[in-house]
């Protein structure tokens, strides 16, 4: 079955950095167009950023030039770095894969930034 395994998420103060990762098995992220959404409590899943099979790259407004996704194919592997994180950027951030009807999700990692 298809899975999206994502990691990397942790505590960090405002202003600090993380790399989150997402391994996918039983799909290709150079098909599917991949991305991370996020959802903080009492709020709805937000998109943050996507890539495209082709590589071609979307953005939240929020996190244009603080946030890069970016993928490995050969490691079915989707990053996302972010820097210059901000207490509002804390939430629990989800792996999505997208291809024609086929629609994934991950389990989803917790980020956290303290003030």
């Known amino acids: 079955q298809v899975q999206l395994v994502e990691s990397g998420g942790g505590l960090v103060q405002a202003g600090g950095s993380l790399r989150l990762a997402c391994v996918a098995s039983r799909i290709s992220v150079r098909i599917f167009g991949m991305g991370w959404y996020r959802q903080a409590p009492g709020k709805q899943r937000e998109l943050v950023a996507t890539?495209?099979?082709?590589?071609?790259?979307r953005y939240a407004e929020s996190v244009k030039g603080r946030f890069t996704i970016s993928k490995d194919n050969a490691k079915n592997t989707v990053y996302l770095q972010m820097k210059n994180l901000e207490p509002e950027d804390a939430a629990v951030y989800f792996c999505?894969?997208?291809?024609?009807?086929?629609?994934?999700w991950g389990q989803g990692t917790q980020v956290t930034v303290s003030s």
């Open positions: 890539i495209a099979g082709g590589g071609s790259t």
């Open positions: 999505n894969a997208e291809y024609r009807r086929e629609f994934y």
